[in-house]
């Protein structure tokens, strides 16, 4: 049963009980206040605002990724608080910015979890920041929003990534590339990618195995700069390996080099990513120099009419109010921010109604987070946790037609690429 005063859709939307103020958006979308619900049951003593904290760059080398996350989840929690908040209880966000400094990281936490009441959630959309603070994270039993961690020992216990992990993603595209494949003799791919957290996290050795299980060569691993003049040398020597794709993990500046490299060499050759391969590179470059681009997202399509409708609609109701530019939220990174305040929204709901308030605390949190199954907060992604796997699985590919970005096949499973350490 979905508890949260706004729009979702699947099994859990069409069980929410009599009372309710519904608006029927598709046959699978449904609009429930989460008062409505359980207004007649006695909760206990509310408590005066329910936190939920994010620690972000919003003005470092990583702000143009992180700062339309941010966005979404503000904006989300602001849709969920016209509609009667969590259980008629208003939710209050606290921003913190590291700009991208890791030695910030700890002293934000700190500054959050001396809050009183303390946060209920935390969504941190940085690469590689959840890894800085995850000990402190277990300590404090703080349910944690994150992007897909890197070298932490087995599964975070109060950590859940918003989508799955690049080289879960990366063995999504090379599933599809097998199945699309016509040309003759094993498909040759090449990583060509940026010389950082987020462009390197796409080449851990599982995703080499993987590819190779697969009958897929990976024939070169070029990694550059995001700010070096350009990308010439590296995209020659992938010419010369002869690969039939590149795969890139690159986003903002980084994906705009290599799209660059390719025009100044007049290389014509597929390119295929995750998160960085989005409207960004459209606007720059034009929808003749991104024609068949292949993305590998964990969420819709700004191109979806359809399956937007949810989340047009709370973006017009906020935007109609706001002086926000809004093109530069047409991110991926949007929706998922949306997606990740409606998920651990709905947790939090949950545990309100099965421990009331005075028992909310972050192990109940928890345990509501591992009962998400097929989750699809407004249709935008799903969500599936648990205990021993808390990272989602679903992805769509997407390629760019004709100056849009469409799904080329339905939602399907990344396989499971987790490092042994981590299982």
């Known amino acids: 049963m979905s508890l949260i005063g706004s729009l979702f859709r ?17 046959v699978l979308v449904i609009a429930t206040p989460l008062a409505g619900c359980f207004g007649a049951r006695d909760l206990g003593e509310r408590l005066d605002k329910v936190l939920v904290a994010v620690i972000a760059d919003m003005v470092g080398p990583n702000a143009p990724f992180t700062i339309a996350a941010v966005h979404g989840f503000e904006d989300a929690v602001r849709y969920v608080n016209e509609r009667g908040g969590v259980h008629r209880v208003q939710v209050e966000v606290m921003v913190k910015d590291t700009g991208s400094k890791a030695g910030l990281a700890i002293l934000r936490f700190d500054e959050v979890v001396a809050q009183e009441p303390g946060p209920v959630l935390l969504f941190s959309p940085v690469p590689g920041l ?7 994270v277990a300590q404090e039993k703080v349910v944690t929003l994150a992007l897909p961690w890197q070298g932490v020992a087995g599964t975070p216990e109060y950590g859940f990534a918003v989508y799955p992990g690049y080289p879960e993603m990366f063995g999504a595209f090379i599933d599809w590339l097998k199945e699309d494949w016509k040309g003759q003799g094993r498909p040759k791919v090449a990583f060509v990618t940026t010389d950082d957290i987020q462009g390197r996290a796409v080449l851990a050795p599982e995703s080499y195995e993987y590819a190779r299980s697969r009958g897929v060569d990976v024939v070169g691993t070029e990694v550059y700069s995001p700010h070096q003049v350009n990308v010439d040398t590296e995209l020659a020597r992938v010419r010369a390996a002869g690969a039939d794709w590149i795969f890139t993990n690159a986003v903002g500046n980084g994906s705009y080099r290599l799209f660059e490299g390719l025009k100044n ?59 926000r530019n809004v093109a530069t939220d047409m991110t991926p990174m949007y929706p998922i921010g949306v997606a990740a305040a409606m998920v651990g929204l709905e947790a939090v709901a949950r545990a309100v109604a099965t421990t009331g308030w005075q028992g909310l605390n972050g192990e109940a949190i928890r345990a509501e987070m591992l009962k998400l199954k097929d989750f699809s907060p407004l249709g935008l992604a799903y969500f599936t946790f648990t205990s021993e796997h808390h990272t989602p699985s679903k992805v769509r590919i997407y390629r760019f037609q004709q100056g849009k970005l469409l799904p080329v096949g339905d939602w399907r499973d990344v396989p499971d690429m987790r490092a042994a350490a981590s299982k």
């Not at 699947?10 to 608006?23: N, P, Q």
């Open 10 to 26: 699947g099994s859990y939307a069409r069980k929410c009980a009599r009372g309710i103020f519904l608006v029927l958006l598709t």
């Open 130 to 136: 959840f890894e800085t603070f995850e000990d402190r």
């Open 265 to 323: 060499l007049g290389y014509r050759i597929p390119v295929a990513g995750s998160l960085g391969l989005d409207w960004s590179i459209l606007r720059a470059w034009g929808k003749d120099m991104v024609e068949g681009v292949v993305a590998v997202l964990p969420s819709v399509s700004w191109d979806e009419e359809e399956q937007l409708k949810g989340l047009s609609a709370m973006r017009k109701q906020i935007f109609d109010r706001s002086s």
